[in-house]
């Protein structure tokens, strides 16, 4: 008899336990970045940027080079190691409120200027590390502990679209919005993931692929009701789709 | 490399970067430190370097945090309403021990202010600016030839501590032009390495990871402990000042930067008056030369701290020199340089209620 | 013949039960026992039914699962 491991955790992470809750799809998506690592065989020369969020400890789940930046800042951060080591492969893991709130300006003209970094950015319509607050991607009519009778247009505005704002950046190579619930969408995810750091490789420029993502403890579900919650709700406001792809067949 | 070359200070401490091996700058533009960014954005190219005009300070500090986490030398230079963005960059890189040089051409505040020369981001740059309990280095020119010298020196103890470092000119300094010797091109393949802890890619080695961060408070206190361990050594080894004719003087005059270069010519003057009067002008701003100062004020009758500001090191003189002698403040404010007859008039009105 | 099944490491697992939600062959459940963390992770109660789709490795946020193939050596 002989044994054959057909799915087992990629190299690339470094096998400390996540410290997300229960459900968290954080877990999943850095698995399936680290899946790509593997692949594309970069591990020795990519150095990860975490951000300020429930992702904070994210330097220390995987198995390379990695800091923590200031909230909102990890765009410019990475943009500062890229430039001054032009041959690593560098990329952010930024949540809602680090990027699309604190860190717009950020976010916005790394992706102008087509720099050559990829960010990884998960949306899950909430504030998670410091308890359930609104994020800018929060729906309308959701409640939160700081809009506890709901999201209003007339008190805090829209919900922020990342993908829609950013494709208009003539600097973007690769632009995706994704979902992790079921195995389908993973595998659109790691196609996707591949494909954003495939457009840094070839120095084609700036790459980004926005994860819908559940938040069972913030939003009070169990695991299974959030990613039904999601469907429902996050992907009717966030079209899931491709946006941008100047990388083509990557293969 | 000994050949005397006339260049407005901005350029001058620009291209004293290049030379001592930086290859590496982000910033912003903002008066009167614009000459500066324009210059590295000519020079930098020419030497393989990279020039990055960055969206907004805020960007600016965390792209130096982000360089300087690779190890390469890097730096950036803004003025006082710049450097208020780069406070929260600052805590992080000083907590993350990156090792950086900025240069603050400080302009008059507070707020908008003006654009005119000023002292009075000495708190900001001594006492933290960004929060937690951190210190950066603070160098204060007084020349363009040692704003030049000192920018180089700013590199090596960055490296050394791996702290960050600031040079805190003012828009006199930045604008005005003067004779300077540069030093040697240093080559940057030469420089310090910091392959121990700096993020390069991890090739064959363990991941490094640097962070300013640690969720344990026992932990978190024990590398406070280190950073305050490091900073004992910075005040022991790295503490710099200069004095003029304090020996025979009965009076002392405290002042850095351009204000300690003015009152050299106050001493001059004063003297042909009958007030015999001494200089000591601290060049480390942080660690301040609070033994030396109090060693020079010793057996004096008075000290005349003179600022462009309200009063900001006047604080750091007290301390210095305790309660033994009467300590007074001289300052104009809001870009307003106090000339040296107005320094004369205070001087002489102390000494009479000194005699 | 190849026989597939998969490990979770209980230790490790959540409990958050999206593995036994795809499973499309519901060779999954909670354990009765508790682990370490105090979660009921998941087991797999019948590896016979087992087809090695992967499903429970890739939902799994944790990476507690390892899917594993066992096949008769050529020509035995």
Redesign the interface.
């Known amino acids: ?9 990629p190299k690339a ?1 470094s096998g400390k ?2 410290t ?9 998506v850095h ?1 399936l970045i680290a899946e790509v690592i593997d692949e594309l065989q970069i591990q020795g020369r990519t150095i990860m940027v975490a951000p300020v969020g429930c992702s904070v400890f994210a330097y220390e789940f995987f198995d390379v080079d990695g800091t923590v930046a200031a909230h909102g800042r990890a765009p410019a951060v990475a943009t500062g190691m890229k430039r001054a080591l032009k041959d690593s492969v560098v990329f952010t893991y930024q949540g809602d409120g680090d990027l699309a709130a604190i860190g717009t300006a950020e976010i916005v003209h790394a992706a102008n200027r087509g720099e050559k970094i990829t960010t990884i950015f998960i949306n899950n319509a909430i504030y998670g590390m410091t308890g359930g607050q609104m994020a800018p991607t929060t729906l309308l009519g959701m409640k939160t502990s700081t809009c506890p009778y709901g999201r209003t247009v007339e008190n805090d505005g829209y919900p922020v679209h990342v993908c829609e704002l950013l494709k208009e950046t003539g600097g973007i190579a690769y632009l995706e919005r994704t979902t ?1 619930n ?2 389908q969408d ?2 659109k995810t790691r196609k996707a993931l591949r494909k954003a750091f495939t457009a840094q490789l070839k120095g084609l420029g700036f790459s980004l692929v926005e994860v819908l993502s559940t938040c ?1 403890t913030n939003w009070g579900m ?3 009701e959030a ?1 039904e919650w999601l469907e429902e709700n996050l992907k009717r406001e966030f079209k899931v789709g491709l946006f941008v792809d100047k990388v083509g067949d990557d293969q | 490399m000994t050949e005397k070359t006339m260049v407005k200070g901005n350029e001058a401490m620009a291209e004293a970067a290049i030379r001592a091996g930086c290859r590496l700058y982000f910033g912003y533009p903002i008066t009167p430190q614009s000459e500066f960014t324009e210059y590295m954005a000519k020079r930098l190219p020419e030497v393989g370097g990279s020039f990055l005009q960055s969206e907004s300070e805020v960007s600016a500090v965390n792209m130096i945090y982000g360089a300087a986490c690779t190890g390469r030398r890097v730096l950036t230079s803004t003025s006082g309403p710049g450097f208020s963005l780069m406070q929260e960059g600052m805590s992080y890189i000083a907590g993350a021990e990156l090792p950086s040089v900025f240069v603050n051409v400080v302009r008059g505040g507070p707020g908008l202010g003006d654009i005119q020369p000023a002292q009075s981001d000495y708190f900001q740059a001594t006492k933290g600016g960004g929060h937690g309990d951190y210190h950066a280095v603070v160098l204060g020119p007084g020349t363009i030839q040692e704003a030049v010298e000192l920018i180089s020196d700013a590199f090596d103890i960055a490296d050394r501590y791996r702290t960050p470092v600031i040079v805190l000119a003012d828009g006199m300094l930045g604008q005005m032009m003067e004779p300077v010797i540069f030093g040697k091109y240093r080559d940057p393949d030469s420089l310090p390495d910091h392959s121990e802890w700096s993020l390069t890619g991890a090739g064959k080695r363990e991941p490094h990871k640097v962070t300013s961060f640690n969720i344990d408070p026992y932990e978190l206190e024990k590398m406070n402990m280190r950073y305050q361990a490091k900073y004992k050594e910075i005040i022991k080894n790295e503490t710099r000042y200069e004095t003029i004719r304090t020996e025979d003087a009965d009076y002392l005059l405290v002042g850095f930067g351009t204000m300690g270069r003015i009152l050299g010519s106050v001493i001059r003057q004063a003297r042909e008056q009958g007030i015999k009067v001494g200089l000591f002008r601290p060049i480390t701003l942080w660690p301040f030369p609070y033994d030396q100062l109090k060693k020079s004020a010793k057996g004096k009758k008075y000290v005349l701290d003179v600022e462009m500001s309200t009063g900001q090191m006047v604080e750091d003189v007290r301390l210095a020199v305790g309660d033994s002698l009467p300590v007074h403040f001289y300052g104009r404010t809001g870009g307003v340089v106090p000339n040296p007859e107005e320094v004369l008039q205070a001087l002489r009105k102390h000494t009479e209620e000194a005699e | 013949m190849a026989v ?1 099944y998969v490990e979770i490491d209980a230790d ?1 697992c ?5 593995c036994i ?2 499973c499309p062959k519901k060779v999954l459940r909670f354990s009765s026992s508790f682990n370490s963390k105090g ?1 009921h992770p998941a087991e797999q109660h019948d590896p016979d039914n087992c087809i ?4 429970c ?7 507690s ?9 050529a020509g035995t």
Do not use: A, W
């Open positions: 008899m002989s044994v054959l491991t057909t799915f087992k955790p992470l336990e996540f997300y809750c229960p459900g968290c799809q954080h877990g999943t698995r992790v079921t195995p993973i595998r069972p169990n695991p299974i990613t | 597939n490790r959540k409990g958050c039960g999206l939600s795809v979660y090695g789709c992967g499903f490795y890739l939902v799994c946020p944790d990476t699962v390892t899917v594993l193939k066992e096949t008769s050596k």
